[in-house]
RNA sequence: GCCGGUGUAGCUCAGUCGGUAGAGCGGCAGUUUUGUAAACUGCGGGUCGCAGGUUCGAUUCCUGUCGCCGGCUCCA
């Protein structure tokens, strides 16, 4: 038999014979790269290390260093994972293990459910097997042979997914004697090469993510190269658990969630009502700066508004419930379009009058069913910066570029850098779930596209994921500690305007139909809070400070000075705390310090005899002395400047 | 809504194999006048989420229910 022309990336040619692997010829190259080496890649297919390469081919041999690799790694590991389940419960039937962001899970179905202490059971058992160096090997079966095989085996999901998905013939993976699974595979070459990972919760999940399906148990893990990568992982993790607004929201005393009143239903105290206050105030300047106008609509709105908007039909079972009243039956507003589509329509518009952009701090009410709710970031009652733009055709795209460009301002006052857009098309309609006339599909789209590229802006667009009304943009930001939140939306809607006979009259003194865009920047009003929360971990700007400046008087014997600098702070709008109490300075810094009030002034006897203050700043520690006006200058500026630090 | 976990003082948590509970911090009172992250002493404070059941007796066991936590589904 003739050998194999193996064409590496560097271009040089290796001529080896029929049924060597990719692992040989790395071995052959260096043992170095035959170490690092986890995946192969076979005219741009991915392949086991040990497959045998058949005919002449390129490839690859892909390390960690490489994103694919990793995933084939996290993947070998989940079935590591479940051969050590399978020798522990022998009874559990397998489904899926696919590796995901950070890991990997194991859908499992048995009869009783898994225990943190199986958990760890299952990882000592992972650990065992990964010592012993078991061989993953594919092997190729027909698929009516694999169907009785498994049927055998009772493992009723696996038959179906053959029966469903698999080739005929189709690959299968053993992992040492006794393990085997229906998989596509690749794999590494054997579980010496899985170093690091950690099991770390299991939780419920319906079988193919369907909730009308059986509900398996899902064991989440996560798996890294490394065991340093791992401890960066798990210190991510850590670090996250810190920032949870949840939990600092409690500890800074600013919003609560109670009992009595209902789940997914905010309370912001004092404190976070004043960084509410700074959100809610920007954002209306920002509007009436950026040509909107505000406006306010009622929470309770007669039904049949909501059936012209078609409301209590398709979004019916994430409104609260009907309200008899007296004349009508009323429901609590899910959403503010069909308000500010009145106020549009309560009057003629002339195409002179157009752009009309209404904008407004809209509370809005969703039934969102219990098990959902989560802090600040999933309620049942939330505020969006909602407007809505009725426009002409000719104006769409100018709009598109408004909306972006105040999203991108909004981004950047509240200390975000980087962000991700999304356009979602509806892919020339081809699914058939949309409304609307073509070629607005078609003039939106390329408004969403041509905005982006005019603020130079990169999107990534993902075909079909409109809403059946019309093509959206989303803006997703990266916080502190690179997490990715869906922030800003903006949307066309081809429906309302429709339901609704808007128009307005044209140059030609006819009626036409605007266009109508939905839009809204922080989202929700109270998300985006929980959001900034976790990104400045509850060290504010102090712009944003519920307390901005706390005086501390270390004796008693300077109160009276403390007390003119803190009147003098107030009258220049600063929000200070004074601490009078007869406590040790260094017990009033260490209140101000857990409080992450940004500024502490330290008053003693020589400061206030000098008209002066000792400035420590919450991270940069002591500042040391200046004269009050001096300070008073400088953080009066720095809040002016809304700094981000 | 579903699966699992969980609910003890304002907060963080311990405890009771069934005999109505304890710490630290916080609060209050007093003492301490203090120089850049926690002074000292004392005192209060809990129908052990809620409702049933079992029991002589339940915070503890059982059932139901509500909230919260981790997920699934859905989503701003």
Known sequence: MSSLQVTLPDGSVKSVAPGTSALD???????????AAIVAKVDGQLYDLTRPLEADCTLQILTTKDPEALEVYRHSAAHLCAAAVLELFPETKLGIGPPIENGFYYDFDRPTHFTPEDLERIEAKMNELQAKALTFERRLIGKQEGIEKYTAMNEPMKVELITEKADDPFTEYTLGPDFIDFCRGPHVPNTSKIKAYKLLSVAGAYWKGDEKNKQLQRIYATAWFTKKELDDYLHKLEEAKKRDHRKIGKELDL???????????I?????????????????RDAYLKRGYSLVYTPHVMRRDLWKTSGHANFYSENMFSV?????????????????????????????????????????VYRYERSGTMHGLLRVRGFTQDDAHIFCMPSQIEDEIVNCLDFAKDTLNTFGFTQYKAEISTWD??????????????????GALRKACDRLGIEATVIPDEAAFYGPKIDVKLVDAIGRLWQLSTVQFDFT?????????TGEDGKKHQPYMVHRALFGSVERFFGILVEHYAGAFPTWLAPVQVAVLPITSGQNEYAQTVVDKLKDAGVR???????EKVNFKIREAQVQQIPYMLVIGGREAEAGKVSVRHRRKADLGVVPFEEFLAMVTA????????
């Open 25 to 35: 010829i790395a071995t052959g190259i260096s043992p170095r790269l035959a170490d």
């Open 255 to 265: 919003f609560s969630i109670q009992e009595l009143a209902g789940p997914g239903l």
């Open 267 to 283: 309370f912001f105290h004092p404190k976070g009502g004043i960084i509410r206050k700074q959100l809610e105030d920007w954002m």
């Open 323 to 363: 309200m008899e009243l007296d004349d009508a039956e009323y429901q609590l507003k899910p959403m503010n379009c069909p308000g500010h589509i009145l106020i549009y329509k309560d009057g003629q518009h002339s195409y002179r009058d157009l752009p009309v952009r209404l904008g407004e701090l809209g509370t």
């Open 428 to 445: 020339n309609g081809a699914s058939g779930k949309y409304d609307g006339e073509p070629e607005m599909w078609h003039l939106a789209e």
């Open 496 to 504: 309302l305007p429709k339901r609704f006979e808007l128009e307005y």
């Open 576 to 582: 200070v705390h004074f601490d009078a109490r007869p």
């Open 638 to 645: 720095e809040i002016a400047s809304k700094a981000t630090e």
